[in-house]
Each structure stands twice: as structure tokens, then as C-alpha cells.
């Protein structure tokens, strides 16, 4: 299942759920996509966020093309949070999960998206994503720590004069990642289910 970009992505329907299910969507938290960020290597440093964390999962990721460094993440009451921003040029996923939970009238309610797994991973390129946490057993190629924000070997950069990182490659065994956003320019979600829950079930 893939999703390009498009504006029609935006009107994913007006009810509440529907909102959710879109915070939920990997390949968009799609809005973010829609600024035409990455694809066209702008500097994605401060960008608007849901106002929900959500959990990422992946037994491994595979990447080329990686960069690292620290951004903003804004929710829509404007309080401002912290976030390490990583870029990866492409990437496979094998066995992806992506939870979010979110405080409704009527409760909590959660959706639960798994793809890319029995040996078939999902793909993203352009892959970016706003972090606040990150556990793994990761390796990196040609690595370069300590670079300026605005040197890095990506096409979307940060800051000058802000402490980055940057590899040639990227592999990370057992990914459990906590972030505000997730986008990309197209991400290939092979075999994807989504549930609805009572916000009890999460990627780890």
C-alpha cells in the first residue's frame, strides 16, 4: 500500500477518528509531508505537531543516507518541544508497528498500524522523523560525529552551527522509538492492518 503525496490527503474526513487515524499513518503524519519538506531538501527544523506522542517499532531498520541533529516540534496549543530529527534517504522496516493513544469524550482510544512483516519489510523514502527517544542496537557507515547541522550529507539540514551527525549507512536492530512526527516522500506499507483499541495495546 503505498501513499504519494497528494492534497487530497488532507481531507481524510472530519471526524475525530478520522483525525486520529491520520496522526496515525506513518507516511504522513502526512500533513508534514504535504509542506514539500524533505523531497525538496528544505530545513525542516520547527514544524507543527498533533500534540500526541505515538510509539514506532521495527524488529529491523535498514537505511541509507543518514543524518541526525536537534529541532522543534510545536503542538497546536503552541507549546514548543525538543526533538532529534533524523533523515534517512531510504529505508526498509521489517515488522513495523506504530501506536497512538488519544484522550477522546468517550475515552481513550487507540490505533494500532503493523506492516511489513513474513519476511516482506516496508520502504520508505525520504524518511524523517521528530524524535524524543530511541532504543536499539544500531550500527552505522563511514559515520561522521560532531559535523554542523548545516554540512550534513542529507538533503534536508539543520541549523548552522548546531551539533549534528551524519553515516552512509544505518542499521538498527530491535527499534523502539518514541516521536512527535513521522513523514516521508512515499512509504510502501506492505501488508498493513489497522485496529482500533481502547489505547491499552502499544508497539512495546
Known amino acids: 500500500m503505498k501513499f504519494p503525496k497528494s492534497d487530497r490527503v ?7 477518528a478520522g483525525r486520529i487515524a491520520l496522526v496515525a499513518v506513518p507516511a504522513g503524519v502526512v500533513a508534514a509531508v ?3 519538506g524533505v523531497a525538496q ?3 525542516p527544523v520547527s514544524f507543527a505537531v498533533s500534540g ?21 516540534a510545536k503542538d497546536t496549543e503552541g507549546k514548543e518541544h525538543t ?9 526498509t522496516l521489517a515488522d513495523l508497528c506504530q501506536a497512538v493513544v488519544t484522550d477522546t469524550p468517550l475515552g481513550k482510544v487507540g490505533v494500532l498500524i ?3 512483516g513474513n519476511g516482506n519489510p516496508a520502504s520508505a523514502s525520504d524518511l524523517q522523523i521528530g524524535m524524543t527517544g530511541l532504543k536499539g542496537d544500531a550500527s552505522f557507515g563511514a ?4 559535523v554542523d547541522a548545516s554540512t550534513v550529507n ?9 551539533f549534528a551527525q551524519d553515516a552512509d549507512t544505518v542499521s538498527i536492530k530491535n527499534l523502539q522509538q518514541t516521536a512527535w512526527s513521522t513523514q516521508a516522500s512515499v512509504f510502501t506499507l506492505t501488508g498493513m492492518t489497522l485496529e482500533l483499541t481502547d489505547g491499552s495495546k502499544g508497539c512495546f
Open 41 to 43: 531538501g528544505a530545513v
Open 34 to 36: 504535504l509542506m514539500g
Open 10 to 16: 488532507r481531507k481524510l474526513g472530519s471526524s475525530h
Open 114 to 116: 503493523k506492516a511489513g
Open 143 to 146: 559515520i561522521r560525529i560532531g
Open 83 to 91: 526533538v532529534a530529527i533524523a533523515n534517512i534517504k531510504s529505508a
Open 154 to 162: 542529507t538533503e534536508a539540514k539543520g541549523s548552522a552551527g548546531d
Open 52 to 72: 500526541s506522542e505515538f510509539q514506532i517499532s521495527a524488529s529491523q531498520l535498514q537505511g541509507t543516507g543518514f543524518s541526525q541533529y536537534a529541532g522543534l
